[in-house]
């Protein structure tokens, strides 16, 4: 049988995300697992070094996307989830995303990852890459990618009470 503890949702606050974000909550809630939203922010400081060299506003530019992502993972997370769900938003920092949602997964031994994913046309994902594709072949759990607009897997609340009824 297969047991979820620890569910992590990999969010860019896009609307395949937000989609990924609701699968992730039904999952917690029907597993009783933690749910976890990570939100990896764009390394300034390391991209502008490697640029042009240090410059003294990185640190407080780099401070400033944080608290930002911060703040607008405190806005997706309501108090029903982190009572619930033991829900967290973490913020981390990095150039590489994909590598960094892997390395959150191992680190906190993540049962699933759930993200969005754009779907982008062949000619874009092959010269963009997909964070995650690269996820789905790097993890050390499970994926669950999502798209926007998806078959609807989880069913709104009006549509399970409806079916509870016809029974």
Request: glycine fraction near 8%; proline fraction near 4%.
């Amino acid at each position: 049988m297969v047991t979820l503890k620890r569910i992590l949702v990999a969010t860019d606050f896009g609307e395949a995300a937000g989609v990924a974000f609701a699968y992730g909550r039904e999952l917690a809630r029907t597993f009783g697992a933690t749910l976890e939203v990570l939100h990896v922010v764009d390394n300034v400081f390391a991209r502008g070094f490697a640029a042009e060299g240090y410059m003294a506003a990185y640190p407080a530019l780099q401070r400033d996307v944080e608290d930002a992502a911060a703040r607008q993972l405190d806005a997706l997370l309501c108090d029903e989830d982190r009572a619930e769900l033991g829900a967290t938003g973490i913020v981390r920092a990095s150039t590489s995303p994909a590598l960094t949602i892997v390395e959150y997964a191992r680190e906190t031994s993540a049962d699933l990852i759930i993200m969005g994913t754009h779907g982008r046309g062949a000619m874009a994902h092959l010269l963009m890459g997909s964070v995650a594709e690269r996820v789905v072949r790097t993890a050390p759990c499970p994926v669950l990618t999502v798209r926007h607009p998806e078959h609807e897997f989880v069913l709104p609340d009006a549509l399970v009470s409806v079916s509870h009824a016809k029974r």
